[in-house]
């Protein structure tokens, strides 16, 4: 599931399926989303390191994922496809 800014960035829908090869992580996801919408690249992630950028949260299986490493196998609940990799912009400010 993407956030309104990648969605409207993209074209995409807020719910996106997607054929992943195994090991099934979210540098993974990640790289099938930016193969597909070359727009988001650096959006989500660093362009030159791949990591995570500060805003953006990621959540699997009803559990926070962001500080995860990227190569961590996903639950397997969600890489059945039975549960969604959530990315979430996150809010900031007072």
Not at 27 to 46: C, F, H
Not at 69 to 78: E, G, I, K, R, Y
């Amino acid at each position: 599931m993407l956030p309104s800014p990648l969605r409207a960035l993209s074209g995409a829908a807020a719910e996106v399926t997607l054929d992943v090869p195994a090991p099934v992580t979210i540098a993974a996801v990640l790289d099938v989303v930016e193969q597909r919408w070359p727009m988001l690249r650096g959006t989500i992630r660093d362009h030159e390191g791949g990591a995570r950028r500060a805003f953006v949260r990621f959540y699997a299986n009803g559990a926070d994922w962001s500080h995860h490493a990227m190569d961590t196998p996903l639950p397997a609940v969600v890489q059945r496809g039975e549960l969604p990799l959530l990315v979430v912009g996150a809010m900031a400010g007072g």
